[in-house]
């Protein structure tokens, strides 16, 4: 269905439908694909017949590119698997997959989907029940607001996605901008014409470089066939998505019965350490913890991190400790988490938490010691492999490293080379529902076969699957259509992903009743946060109410709960 005429759209390497098929059909072919690429996942058509996707014809996120029905469709599979598991606890499963294309379209703004006692949109953050974990931010600086935005180097038409991640600072310092400039900028377009001037003195190439020496965060945007051609890109497009493997190095430890509890879903009592900041991290652990998972998330507090994630369904169903692994005593008690846990998701950069003593290696010593395997993995922006593993990476590195931010700004008519954010931290939510997959598919071969688990779900391989030639992007007819229902604003190459988070919510909520829509919700009374916490609900549901995935606990702020450790032996 790629027709030679079509195949260069939006720009070299982009694949574009011959025809529309609506959000639902659409999924069904996705499964498939997804399915036949998956090592060890079923091609079984009477299990994969059991998910049922209902929604609008129309997608609801704006621009060309399939991430809401990719995301739908990692949603479902991570429903196969749950029965799957369910099936080796000796349930008698029958139920169906039901998977609503709309609610999975609201997933990726799952951070800005909140209300606290009515309040909703940024005045959430501003609240004083919700604790501030980046100070930098704070400040309210246009410097610091302009640090993450896309920027035209001096090579005229090749454009530069500049991150000033949590430490906006150094990475203004690196192109010469420093601190005291900041009292003589006054606007967000004034920063965004001061750090432009600064980028544009820099080539693409020297750019890049000066980020890799500085152990600094950004890339080049590059089309989705100038990323497939790097040393990276070839690399990263060797693994399958959802990724994982058993560590055949191991001991060939016994499967690993699962827990026998009252509580029916999936993975009840299975214990996940989570070691994560940000986003995608964060959204695997609460996916898990909505199918009964026990996820006890690591924080210290003297790291910054996203204050909008607290009070929203990324926290939910979590125990959350500080601990500093500076500190001895500290140090000590995640190792006996170690030795306790079934999980281990670690969302920062590749390998640093190696170097203190908690990478995949002393993972597996423990369970070799215990006897009992153990699934460890981890979630970066560029995979496990090749050269820029070990770089920091964020939502916004992946979508212009991968060619995401290219289509869109080709979506929108724009010279080619510019990049524009999607309108969502799509990369983010949707690498976080891959990697809870990623973990639940190794618990079910731990399950039956035995021995531990290594994956990895990387934001730049999600990318990398919505612009795959079989998935393909709509048509531009298809994008003229989903801009007319919506309405939405345009935005440009400066924005940054939080104002364009409620800039997309404004227009779901005056073009549609999408956003009002109830069912979409879970409500948490008597919080830290208020009396009412509204947030998103999981995606997936069965038809056995009992085994629905669900929280237990509302969302609490990051290091809230004193240390302990899991309430279910071992």
């Known amino acids: 269905m790629t027709s030679s005429n079509k195949s260069q759209s939006y720009g070299p390497g982009t694949y574009v439908d011959e025809a529309f098929l609506p959000v639902p059909e659409e999924c069904k072919r996705l499964l498939r694909i997804l399915a036949k690429r998956t090592p060890g996942f079923t091609t079984d058509e009477a299990l994969l017949n059991k998910v049922h996707f209902h929604g609008d014809d129309l997608p609801c996120i704006p621009g060309p590119i399939k991430s809401q029905a990719l995301t739908a469709t990692l949603h479902a599979m991570f429903g196969i698997v749950a029965l799957e598991i369910l099936r080796l606890r000796g349930r008698d499963v029958s139920s169906a997959v039901h998977i609503d294309t709309d609610h999975a379209g609201l997933y990726p703004a799952t951070p800005a989907l909140v209300a606290i006692d009515g309040v909703t949109g940024p005045d959430v953050i501003k609240l004083p029940s919700v604790p501030q974990w980046d100070k930098d931010r704070q400040t309210g600086s246009s410097l610091v607001f302009r640090a993450t935005a896309i920027y035209e180097t001096a090579d005229v038409g090749t454009w530069y996605q500049f991150h000033g991640s949590l430490d906006p600072w150094t990475a ?29 003195k820099y080539r693409a190439r020297e750019l890049e470089q000066l980020m890799v020496e500085k152990g600094l965060s950004g890339s080049i945007v590059h089309s989705p066939e100038g990323w497939r051609k790097t040393e990276m890109g070839k690399l990263l497009g060797r693994h399958p998505l959802i990724n994982y493997s058993r560590q055949t190095q191991c ?75 500076e ?33 995949l290696k002393a993972a597996l010593e423990i369970a070799n010691k215990r006897g009992r395997g153990i699934v460890y993995v981890d979630e970066n922006c560029y995979g496990p492999d090749g050269p820029y593993a070990e770089r920091p990476g964020w939502q916004q590195v992946a979508d212009a490293a991968a060619g995401s931010s290219w289509v869109i700004a080709q979506s929108f008519g724009l010279p080619a080379g510019q990049g524009v954010l999607p309108s969502l931290p799509i990369s983010d939510m949707s690498t ?45 007819e298809v994008v003229k259509r989903i801009q007319d229902k919506y309405n939405f604003t345009p935005w440009g190459s400066d ?6 988070y409620y800039q997309i919510m404004k227009a779901w909520r005056e073009n549609s009743k999408l956003i009002e829509n109830e069912r979409y919700y879970v409500h948490f009374k008597d919080t830290v ?42």
């Open 529 to 570: 946060f208020g009396s009412d916490l509204r947030t998103l609900a999981p995606v997936v549901q069965f038809d056995d109410e009992d085994i629905n995935p669900k929280w237990t606990s509302p969302p609490v702020p990051f290091c809230h709960h004193e240390f302990r450790h899991f309430l279910i032996d071992a």
């Open 432 to 476: 976080g529902i891959l990697t809870a997959l990623i973990i639940a598919c190794a618990i079910r071969d731990r399950t039956k076969f035995g021995g531990s688990y290594h994956g990895h779900g990387a934001l730049t391989a999600y990318n990398m699957a919505t612009l795959d030639p079989e998935v393909r992007l709509y048509q531009p």
């Open 495 to 500: 924005i940054h992903v939080a104002p364009l």
């Open 251 to 325: 001991l060939a430890l016994a499967p690993s019965p699962l827990p026998q509890l009252k509580d029916p879903r999936p993975l009840a009592g299975i214990k996940v350490v989570e070691l994560v900041r940000i986003i995608a991290g964060s959204a695997a652990g609460a996916a898990l913890a909505s199918m009964g998972a026990e996820v006890i998330r690591v924080n210290s507090s003297k790291l910054k991190d996203y204050t909008p994630a607290q009070p929203s369904s990324l926290m939910a169903g979590k125990t959350t400790i500080d601990l500093d692994l």
């Open 172 to 200: 203004l310092a690196a192109v010469g901008i420093s601190r005291d400039l900041d009292v003589s900028v006054g606007t967000d377009d004034a920063a965004y014409r001061l750090i432009g001037d600064h980028v544009r």
């Open 327 to 359: 500190n001895p005593d500290d140090h000590a008690k995640l190792i006996m988490l170690f030795e306790e846990a079934d999980v281990i998701l670690q969302g920062y950069r590749l390998r640093s938490l190696e170097r203190r003593g908690f990478g």
